[in-house]
């Protein structure tokens, strides 16, 4: 079993960064694919990034070269940091690990935290 908390969330103007954060509790953290999802209202759950081995990293396209996700597995803890938000970043987001390594679909992933809301203004 695997808990994970995130925060970080908040209210942000367009153009402002934040960085998201996801404490793991349990066993055997760095043998997780760790990925950050994020929910609008209405729309599906979808991929923004994922670590397998730092460096190995995988991006949506609509955050690559915005977004950068990390882990520090002495720590058991995984990062977002979100530069140039737009207002379509906004959404909840969150923190999901899986086995699958770098997946992209929800369904690769057996744990997810509950949520932080990033909200951009324009």
């Known amino acids: 079993q695997v808990q994970l908390v995130e925060s970080g969330g908040g209210l942000v103007q367009a153009g402002g960064s934040l960085r998201l954060s996801c404490a793991a509790s349990g066993r055997a953290f760095s043998s997780y694919n760790m990925g950050w999802f994020r929910q609008a209202p209405g729309l599906e759950r979808e991929f923004v990034a994922a670590?397998?081995?730092?460096?190995?990293?995988a991006y949506a396209d609509s955050v690559k070269f915005r977004f950068t996700i990390s882990r520090d597995n002495t720590k058991s803890t995984v990062y977002l940091q979100m530069n140039s938000l737009k207002p379509e970043d906004t959404a909840i987001y969150y923190c999901?690990?899986?086995?699958?390594?770098?997946?992209?679909?929800?369904?690769?992933?057996?744990?997810w935290g509950q949520g932080t809301q990033v909200t951009v203004s324009s």
């Open positions: 999901a690990a899986g086995i699958a390594p770098l997946g992209r679909s929800p369904g690769h992933y057996d744990y």
């Open positions: 670590v397998w081995w730092s460096p190995t990293a």
